[in-house]
């Protein structure tokens, strides 16, 4: 008994304490006129994301075909990515093929919404889904990212604190909740990365999850499933590419992400354990789509693939996972896994990504290595969203 009030108060204590040093941790990092900028990037990164030759934009700028940019007093040249879309926009231009340039959505396209998904937490839903965001971002695409997780760490990587900005209102809640749902275009966030909206998540999206029982007895329309596709509706004629962060658990709102979701991708982190995870995570998801496709929600996917996270390609028992993975589901495995990287890890303490951050802070080859696998796997994911538009 007194070891129950004892622990009672050392967590309560524990809470406290904590609570206050993130607090000022989080004052450092986002003081409120810190907010975050996106940086300029160097010739050859702007060359590489363009996807022509340093020597050909070196060409452009010599013949006045395109915008100048920002130049250093070394003479090197800086892009904004707002330089990158004008350029698109010339190049387009002049284009002998359609879309070489510009690779968005052309009418008569679907909208493209992705979920990153797995019960399994730490597994690199956020991680994958932000970066995945900003290189789409980076290469024209107008990406709309969804948190829909009650966590929160995606609204969190935007530069924004949830439990400051959006305590009681503003988040994606507000657009589904079943009384007085607003519209989309209300929660909707300009962020700081040029070519991606927000709509935030935070702890009133755990309400969704009381309330769905309530709901369904009421018969309230539209019921859970299609309460994020049917908000979606408003401004999906605004973008490309939707991105849902999940929560790590299959609760309605990761049911009603799916629904919404022209495809889906299962992150997992090739060890024996998390495999068995993902093996329950499965059935179940099964098990409740049936529900759900029984009670009137389509779920037609465009591609559903498994992407590896924090792979070692040193770690023998990892490589005979991943060969497993690879022999059970083939092509559903894809084929660029994300390496494990201190540079990942060590940016996000920063609340930060591998491309916001700057080469020179990093060891060179930890830096590339990390960017040249996650420029590979989600030019893997621009390669089938480009697919399921028939190109
Ligand atoms: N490939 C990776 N290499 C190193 N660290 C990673 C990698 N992927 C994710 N992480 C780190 O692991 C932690 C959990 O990742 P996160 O994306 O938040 O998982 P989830 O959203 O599935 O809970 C984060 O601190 C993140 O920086
Ligand atoms: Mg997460």
Request: aromatic letters at 8%; glycine letters at 6%.
């Amino acid at each position: 008994m007194t070891d129950t009030v004892h622990i009672n108060t050392r967590i309560r204590r524990n809470a406290e304490t904590l609570s206050e040093a993130l607090e000022s941790h989080m004052m450092k990092v986002f003081a409120p006129d810190a907010r975050k900028e996106l940086r300029r990037f160097s010739a050859g990164e702007a060359a590489e994301l363009l996807g022509i030759s340093t020597s050909f934009l070196r060409k452009l700028h010599f013949d006045s075909k395109i915008v100048e940019v920002h130049t250093s007093p070394g003479g090197r040249r800086h892009y904004s990515a707002e330089d990158l879309l004008e350029i698109r926009r010339t190049l387009e231009a002049t284009a002998k093929t359609r879309g070489a340039y510009q690779r968005g959505r052309r009418e008569g396209d679907k909208l493209q919404v992705l979920s990153f998904l797995n019960f399994k937490g730490g597994s690199g839903k956020t991680t994958s889904a932000i970066h995945a965001a900003q290189r789409l971002a980076l290469k024209g695409y107008r990406v709309l990212c969804v948190d829909i997780d009650p966590q929160a760490s995606l609204t969190t990587l935007f530069g924004y604190r949830p439990e400051y900005d959006f305590l009681n209102s503003g988040t994606i809640y507000d657009a589904i909740r079943y009384d007085d749902p607003v519209p989309m275009a209300d929660v909707i966030q300009k962020t700081f990365f040029t070519g991606i909206d927000l709509a935030p998540g935070g702890l009133m999206l755990q309400e969704f999850e009381h309330e769905t029982p309530q709901a369904l007895l009421n018969n309230t329309q539209p019921p859970f499933f299609a309460r994020l596709a049917t908000s979606l509706q408003d401004v999906e004629e605004n973008y490309d590419v939707v991105i849902f962060d999940c929560p790590p658990q299959l609760g309605y709102l990761t049911m009603s992400a799916l629904c919404a979701s022209t495809s889906v991708l299962i992150t997992v982190v090739p060890n024996m354990l998390d495999v068995a995870s993902m093996s329950q995570f499965l059935q179940m998801s099964a098990d409740l789509l049936d529900v759900v496709s029984n009670a009137g929600a389509s779920m037609e996917f465009d591609f559903l693939r498994f992407l590896i996270n924090r792979y070692e390609p040193n770690d023998g028992p990892q490589q005979q996972v991943l060969s497993f993975l690879r022999q059970l589901f083939d092509e559903e495995v894809m084929v660029a896994p994300m390496l494990k990287s201190t540079a990942i890890s060590d940016a996000g303490l920063t609340h930060q990504t591998i491309y916001e951050v700057d080469r020179s802070q990093f060891h060179r080859s930890t830096y590339d290595r990390a960017v040249d696998s996650l420029n590979l796997v989600n030019d893997e994911i621009e390669s089938m969203i480009q697919k399921a538009w028939g190109r």
